[in-house]
């Protein structure tokens, strides 16, 4: 790593992954508080350490909700993320649909009529056209995807 690149923190890092938990103060178990290796900030191990506690020290999922800064109902829902995927299923996943849900059926056909392989595609000029037919507002993003463009740095 060059050296002046500035190493990133922790907290960036999992603000970056998106498992910086929100509320760090809200955690209240000691362990947690003393420094080390149990971070608060870690949305993923205090999740696991929070199910650890119901499930192998027998502590009550009121306890334990209060002492983790935590709703009963996202307590059961770790638990039953955990069940389903492991540590990975506590990752945090991003809300809302996923994939191009507008561009189905109709407007995907009509998108692909309007497609000249080999050209480049007008996503401004198709997200025009559907409105016009569809009555749909597509984001012109939403239509490169739907092609498999890949967004490039600008």
């Known amino acids: 790593m060059p050296t002046n690149e500035r190493r990133r923190s922790k907290t960036d890092v999992l603000a970056e992954d998106g498992t910086l938990n929100p509320t760090p103060e809200s955690v209240l178990d000691p362990k947690f508080r003393e420094g080390g290796f149990f971070d608060p900030h870690d949305a993923v191990q205090v999740k696991y350490e929070m199910l650890r506690r119901?499930?192998?020290?027998?502590?009550?999922?009121?306890?334990?909700?209060?002492?983790?800064?935590?709703?009963?109902?996202?307590?059961?829902?770790?638990?039953?993320?955990?069940?389903?995927?492991?540590?990975?299923?506590l990752v945090p996943r991003k809300r809302g649909p996923r994939g191009p849900h507008k561009i189905q059926g109709?407007?995907?056909?009509?998108?692909?009529?309007?497609?000249?392989?080999?050209?480049?595609?007008?996503?401004?000029e198709l997200a025009r056209l559907v409105h016009e037919e569809f009555g749909l507002d597509v984001h012109p993003r939403t239509i490169e995807r739907a092609f498999g463009v890949k967004k490039t740095a600008e």
Do not use: C, H, M, N
Request: proline fraction near 5%.
């Open 54 to 89: 119901v499930s192998v020290e027998k502590a009550s999922v009121t306890e334990i909700s209060d002492e983790y800064g935590v709703s009963r109902p996202t307590f059961y829902q770790a638990r039953a993320d955990f069940e389903q995927g492991g540590i990975a299923g």
């Open 106 to 124: 109709d407007v995907l056909a009509f998108l692909k009529s309007q497609f000249t392989p080999g050209e480049p595609i007008r996503a401004r």
